[in-house]
């Protein structure tokens, strides 16, 4: 039972990386490597099983709010609104 709970640790570690990673790549597509100081907002596409992953990253405080754009669905991939604070970065 321990086994399947640090695997499950593990794979969260990884969607935390992954995730964080996909919104770095973003804010560098949309602004080059000159980020503007105060909020950044990008868009990413992320499976809606990120949801959570995306809590985490608020909690930590990596980003400052996320919100999913209501009008994109395609499979389970969900178009989500991202505020970085481009100081943090």
């Known amino acids: 039972m321990k086994k399947k709970s640090i695997k499950s640790n593990a794979d969260q570690a990884k969607q935390f ?7 770095e790549d973003a804010i560098i597509a949309e602004h080059s490597f000159l980020l503007p100081s ?17 809590g985490l990253l608020k909690r930590s405080g990596k980003i400052i ?24 970065i």
């Open 38 to 54: 105060g909020e950044i907002n990008v868009t990413v596409t992320l499976p809606w099983t990120r949801e959570s992953v995306l």
């Open 65 to 88: 709010s996320w919100e999913q754009q209501k009008e994109f669905y395609e499979g389970n991939m969900r178009q989500y609104r991202v505020t970085v604070d481009g100081d943090k």
């Open 17 to 23: 990386r992954d995730t964080w990673r996909t919104i």
